[in-house]
């Protein structure tokens, strides 16, 4: 009987949790549409699906700061940085497609076309991590999303999320050097290594500058972190935000310091291999790192979903003014590739394990300062 | 679907074709060395191969492979009138055409001993040295985007738009326009054109400024460039290195200065020098030469304005055309120099082309209308070796700083 008592239960927990009325009770208001959502709330079946999706875990997971967000994001930004460069380089840039919108979907047309490409899996590769690396990236690339707070509208609310959310971060490298190392080439080795150094190299002064943000905010926990920042936090530790800067521009390999995939020394290094949706696919990881990446940055330091309320996006306010902050950064991040040339190894590596480190260390020396200043030597 | 099966009697090669010694692969092996195979199908490499042995990130050794872009040209121009030999050798370096073409005409010239008219010379002196900014700034946009720089590329070929349109004024081409003839120019320039010249030059100085700004005085270039791939002025001068690239190892040797043909000593310019001899002063004194060049154009403009428009080819070449074809050749081409022949013996002219010296040396035999040995030996092909040599001790990063910096260009040296 304790068996099916328990088997009761658990489903009886299970309906209450796949019920309408849970995922209504945490739901997305947006008095603009409110009234859209009440009449399609009240048909059978498409109901249920608006109120899921619009369940907060869930919105964050599918819209924003999730998936669609996100490939709205790979979309727009691969054609805005094409569009700045032509424009700085005094060249047109992607027009054809979708002539009136000024060849928005370019990237959209060239997804397409490595879909129907050939995927060459050469002899020497290691054919199982060669095909599963660049899919299994998406696991550390997506999962940072859950944790990233836009207003009122968070995945997962925990007190260490912004830890987590670098830690997992901070595996994307991992993923990378596995590619590099089942591709078994000659410039996909090279890349490889230099992936490695720069991993290295970058991720202590990140987590330094991270760590200081906490230092300074007290608390690892994103929704509090954003809550705290009556002002942003890029003026509290400006040191912090310049590293935090530069190290992005490293980890998601941005000129000066697209190192470990430069193409006219090594041929895109660790992804020399990869042809067709494959090659599709690992060439955007670096733009999902730079979106998580400004994301994190958003939040820590431009006060996140802060921002003038406008009473008529309801609990959209928190997701209008991340998703403009992030790209707007993002924007600055596709400007540095018209401007600069790249740097060598070497040179990157001293950069950062000299002074970039250095400037680390200041920002963590503020960020403690700052701990004991607003929390006491008993916190 | 049903596999097919192709009966092919020829059997794929099973063992790799490798360009360089079995020994030296061994011996690689052996030392824990990597080898590299940079090329032929390589972003940065160009229509050439590069086998590099390489010790954690340091180049050790570097062998070249060329010749993915031999045209034979020498062996074709012994089947050619001399005058069809003109748009030949042309192509190893086209964007270069105003010195590769003039180096030819004036081996045949020595020849046959001709007087180019004095108009003639300073629009050939024009025509050289608009192709020498073209060429360097061609270069530079290879080399900003060897260093990964996209606008550094996209400007320069931007800044040569004016040049080609001012080619295009002057001959008819863009690029291959084949101007000059034995014994002057294909046809006279008018006063509107010149004019159009000089005010290109102006345009080019304005927006060399801001290439200047973006590229050239770019911290991170600065970096990339500077200290890197250094030679001597000893190991310059013993690997046979030539123009821009020797004077950027502080030897000052030009041939329009050494031995002047044209107009070159009656205008004023200097020869930019520089005593580092590594990637950043080899790239500083070509960029410096575009500024003379470009001083040397208007200086050549304001002295056409005083010589009277008309004569621009020799009667010592036209004979009994003089009259009427000596302000354009059109009509009177193939008379004229359909069965031009040169006199017995061997003719060589040395000529500074963008690249730096251009050797002709005509072979004749005194009485077919074709050479019967034409050498050719390409500025590229002299530095070849003073580029591998700077290659060694670098690092694998740096083989393209250094290539751009020499702005090698394989069609040019294999011919």
Known sequence: MNGIDAYREAVGTLMEILSMDHFTSNMVSIPLIQPIIDFLLQVPVVGYIVALVLWKPMFALLIFPGLITLLTVLLFIIWFERKLTARIQWRKGPVEVLRWAGGIIQALADGMRYFFQEVIVHRDAH??????????????????????????????????????????????????????????????????????????????????????????????????????????????????????????????????????????????????????????????????????????????????????????????????????????????????????ARFRLDQALRMSWSTLMKISMVSLAIGIVANLAFYGLGA | ???????????????????????????????????????????????????????????????????????????????????????????PAIMDTGNVTLGYVRAIEKALDVEVPERAKYIRTILAELSRIGTHLYDAGILAVFLGHTTGFMWPFALREPIVEAMTKISGARITSSFVIPGGVRRDVPWSVLEFVRKTTFVLEKRLKSFEKIFIKNPTVIDRLKG??????????????????????????????????????????????????????????????????????????????RIPEGRVISEDILHEYASVASTDIRGYFFKVFGDLTLPK?????????????????????????????????????????????????????????????????PPEADR
Not at chain 2, 274 to 279: A, E, H, I, Y
């Open chain 1, 127 to 340: 054919r199982p991590y060669f095909l599963q690396f660049p899919i299994l990236i998406f696991i550390p690339v997506l999962l940072p999303l859950l944790f990233i707070p836009a207003g009122s509208i968070v995945g997962v609310k925990t007190p260490y999320s912004l830890a987590i959310a670098v830690a997992i971060v901070s595996l994307i490298p991992v993923f990378i050097i596995g590619i590099g190392w089942a591709s078994n080439s000659r410039f996909a080795y090279i890349g490889t290594v230099r992936e490695g150094f720069m991993y290295f190299a970058y991720e202590i002064p990140f987590i330094l500058a991270v760590i200081s943000m906490i230092l300074l905010y007290g608390t690892a926990d994103m929704v509090e972190i954003v809550e705290k920042q009556s002002v942003p936090g890029i003026f509290l530790n400006p040191v912090a935000a310049f590293v935090f800067f530069v190290t992005t521009v490293m980890a998601t390999s941005r000129l000066p310091f697209e190192i470990p995939e430069a193409d006219q020394e090594i041929a895109f290094g660790p992804f020399v291999e990869y042809s067709g949706i494959m090659f599709g696919l690992v060439m955007t990881i670096a733009y999902e790192k730079m979106y998580i990446l400004s994301l994190l940055m958003a939040v820590l330091f431009f006060g996140g979903g802060n921002g003038p309320t406008i009473p008529l996006l309801g609990d959209l306010n928190g997701v209008v003014w991340l998703f403009v902050k992030t790209i707007a950064i993002m924007m600055v991040l596709s400007f540095l590739r018209s401007i600069y």
């Open chain 2, 1 to 91: 679907m049903e596999e097919m099966v192709l009966d092919v009697p020829v059997q794929p090669p099973t063992e790799l074709f490798l360009p360089v010694p079995k020994r030296f692969l061994e011996e690689a092996y052996r030392s824990d060395d990597y080898l590299v195979l940079v090329g032929p199908q390589h972003p940065g490499s160009g229509h050439m191969r590069i086998v590099l042995r390489i010790k954690g990130d340091v180049i050790v050794e570097a062998i070249p492979d060329p010749g993915y872009v031999h045209r034979s040209m020498e062996k074709l121009a012994e089947n050619r009138l001399y005058i069809q030999n003109i748009p030949l050798f042309e192509r």
């Open chain 2, 228 to 305: 890197v791939g250094i030679l001597s002025r000893e190991d310059a001068i013993k690997f046979g290195v030539v123009g821009p690239f020797l004077r950027a190892s502080g030897v000052e040797y030009d041939v329009r200065v050494v031995e002047p043909y044209e107009a070159y000593d009656e205008v004023n310019w200097e020869v930019p020098v520089s005593d580092d001899g590594d990637s950043y002063s080899r790239f500083l004194v070509r960029v410096e030469e575009i500024a003379q060049s470009i001083s040397i154009v208007r200086q050549a403009v304001n002295e056409l304005r």
């Open chain 2, 345 to 409: 013996g061997e003719f060589t002219s040395l000529t500074e082309a963008s690249r730096g010296t251009l050797l002709y040396s005509l072979l004749s035999d005194g009485e077919s209308n074709v050479p019967y040995r034409a050498r050719v030996i390409t500025p590229g092909w002299y530095y070849l070796k003073g580029f591998m040599e700077a290659l060694r001790g670098e690092r694998l990063a740096d083989l393209q700083g250094i290539y751009g910096s020499f702005g090698y260009f």
